[in-house]
């Protein structure tokens, strides 16, 4: 079933679209072959003697030499430095502060490979489950569209129900669907614990590890990340509440992001664990409400804190990273060593979220653009090689003429 929208097109996927029926686990008695019938994820399959027809047996407890491991390919990025490929990942905050939108955004980036907040993009399917009601899901779906004038999220999958992840036969239902439906995801958003956990208690330890175990299961099935949506715990004292429930949550995830009001209309991203990789510094937003266009409906988007901030043109600063992109050949580098090279006041390393701030202004602007076919790397356009020969250092662009037909690209 498709939902159309004013800017795009939001695929729904019914959990039951068909029924599986799942075979009880059923022996038949001595003398008949020694023949086993079991539902695996979905599937019926046959097993002579305790194994599967036709593979050898799992592989297990295998020993691997220190050389061995290091030959592991490195760390890769759904969305750079914020969320790796593969990962079982948490986002918590309080209710009512973010945290949907924040996993909403996040998935919308992946299935349309549109940068977030300057942040390159791996792109794939994804898969939300909006374990809360799907309601309120599609009308901030199509503010995002309108506001990133995006294209239509044909690989963007609604679960409209909760998924009960420890239940067996939940999860093979969805898995069979994914099968069915041919869907690869690159993401799934569990949006929230506390509704794909239903009946279970979220202090024990011995229930949670079940989830857990589930959710792992998920993700290497799928070669997805599995993004966890939780509630924090209610604040006592001056010291931020950490999620609800039990610690098992937390040791098993490779990441943890946590959402929060910060002062005034800021919301704060700070990262608490990132597993093999370093956290990267807090990341300020606001809520910027959108009039959804050919209704009298409206939502709200996330955008960066500053945006909207001055008059549209970049900054001083931004003028300082563009001359410092310029001083590589060809006026083009990858943008870990163009941030590392911008100078600063105090010689201490840019804040990265300041980098991808001017990055991204610099980019709006038409002075920088990405590479193509190059991920991650960035060079100075000829209307940004004129301007920066043209202003004076700590000038700001917002008045200079743009002689961008005689410019050459250095």
Same mark, same amino acid.
């Given at each position: 079933?498709?939902?159309?929208?004013?800017?795009?097109?939001?695929?729904?996927?019914?959990? $039951?679209?068909?029924?599986?029926?799942? &075979?009880?686990?059923?022996?038949?008695?001595?003398?008949? *072959?020694?023949? =086993?019938?079991?539902?695996?994820?979905?599937?019926?399959?046959?097993?002579?003697?305790?194994?599967?027809?036709?593979?050898?047996?799992?592989?297990?407890?295998?020993?691997?030499?220190?050389?061995?491991?290091?030959?592991?390919?490195?760390?890769?990025? &759904?969305?750079?430095?914020?969320?790796?490929?593969?990962?079982?990942?948490?986002?918590?905050?309080?209710?009512?502060?973010? #945290?949907?939108?924040?996993?909403?955004?996040?998935?919308?980036?992946?299935?349309?490979?549109?940068?977030?907040?300057?942040?390159?993009?791996?792109?794939?399917?994804?898969?939300?489950?909006?374990?809360?009601?799907?309601?309120?899901?599609? #009308? $901030?779906?199509?503010?995002?569209?309108?506001?990133?004038?995006?294209?239509?999220?044909?690989?963007?999958?609604?679960?409209?129900?909760?998924?009960? @992840?420890?239940?067996?036969?939940? %999860?093979? %239902? %969805?898995?069979?669907?994914?099968?069915?439906?041919?869907?690869?995801?690159?993401?799934?958003?569990? =949006?929230?614990?506390?509704?794909?956990?239903?009946? *279970?208690?979220?202090?024990?330890?011995?229930?949670?590890?079940?989830?857990?175990?589930?959710?792992?299961?998920? /993700?290497?099935?799928?070669?997805?990340?599995?993004?966890?949506?939780?509630?924090?715990?209610? #604040? #006592?004292?001056?010291?931020?509440? +950490?999620?609800?429930?039990?610690?098992?949550?937390?040791?098993?995830? =490779?990441?943890?992001?946590? %959402?929060?009001?910060?002062?005034?209309?800021?919301?704060?991203?700070?990262? +608490?664990?990132?597993?093999?990789?370093?956290?990267?510094?807090?990341?300020?937003?606001?809520?910027?409400?959108?009039?959804?266009?050919?209704?009298?409906?409206?939502?709200?988007?996330?955008?960066?804190?500053?945006?909207?901030?001055?008059? *549209?043109?970049?900054?001083?600063?931004?003028?300082?990273?563009?001359?410092? &992109?310029?001083?590589?050949? =060809?006026?083009?580098?990858?943008?870990?060593?163009?941030?590392?090279?911008?100078?600063?006041?105090?010689?201490?390393?840019?804040?990265?979220?300041?980098?991808?701030?001017?990055? $991204?202004?610099?980019?709006?602007?038409?002075?920088?653009?990405?590479?193509?076919?190059?991920?991650?790397?960035?060079?100075?356009? /000829? @209307?940004?090689?004129?301007?920066?020969?043209?202003?004076?250092?700590?000038?700001?662009?917002?008045?200079?003429?743009?002689?961008?037909?005689?410019?050459?690209?250095?």
């Amino acid at each position: 079933m498709n939902q159309t929208l004013a800017a795009g097109r939001v695929s729904f996927v019914k959990r $039951r679209q068909f029924e599986i029926k799942s &075979l009880a686990h059923h022996r038949p008695p001595e003398g008949d *072959g020694g023949f =086993d019938i079991r539902v695996i994820e979905g599937r019926v399959t046959l097993q002579p003697n305790g194994q599967v027809a036709g593979h050898a047996p799992p592989a297990r407890f295998r020993l691997f030499t220190l050389g061995e491991l290091s030959q592991q390919p490195p760390t890769e990025w &759904l969305i750079e430095r914020l969320i790796e490929r593969g990962s079982l990942m948490m986002l918590y905050g309080a209710p009512g502060e973010g #945290k949907s939108f924040a996993a909403l955004d996040w998935a919308l980036c992946v299935a349309t490979g549109t940068e977030w907040q300057g942040r390159p993009i791996s792109r794939g399917a994804v898969v939300y489950v909006a374990a809360e009601g799907d309601r309120g899901i599609v #009308k $901030r779906a199509r503010a995002w569209i309108q506001e990133q004038g995006a294209d239509d999220p044909e690989t963007f999958f609604i679960v409209r129900e909760p998924v009960q @992840l420890r239940d067996d036969t939940e %999860l093979n %239902l %969805l898995l069979t669907q994914l099968d069915g439906r041919n869907i690869k995801p690159a993401l799934i958003v569990l =949006d929230t614990f506390a509704k794909c956990f239903v009946g *279970g208690e979220e202090n024990s330890a011995k229930e949670v590890g079940e989830f857990i175990e589930q959710a792992r299961r998920l /993700q290497v099935r799928t070669g997805a990340t599995v993004c966890i949506v939780h509630h924090s715990a209610k #604040k #006592k004292g001056q010291r931020a509440p +950490e999620e609800r429930g039990s610690s098992a949550l937390r040791g098993a995830m =490779d990441t943890i992001i946590r %959402l929060a009001k910060d002062k005034g209309d800021a919301i704060r991203i700070d990262c +608490e664990k990132m597993k093999d990789s370093e956290e990267f510094d807090p990341i300020f937003l606001r809520m910027k409400v959108v009039e959804i266009e050919g209704t009298d409906l409206t939502s709200c988007v996330l955008v960066s804190a500053d945006a909207d901030a001055d008059d *549209g043109a970049p900054s001083a600063e931004c003028f300082d990273a563009l001359r410092a &992109l310029l001083a590589f050949k =060809d006026g083009c580098a990858q943008s870990g060593d163009w941030w590392r090279a911008i100078p600063t006041p105090n010689h201490e390393e840019l804040p990265e979220t300041t980098f991808h701030r001017r990055r $991204r202004a610099l980019v709006e602007a038409g002075y920088v653009e990405p590479v193509e076919g190059q991920r991650g790397a960035y060079r100075v356009t /000829q @209307l940004g090689a004129a301007t920066a020969s043209y202003l004076p250092k700590g000038a700001k662009g917002s008045s200079h003429p743009t002689p961008a037909a005689t410019a050459t690209t250095p």
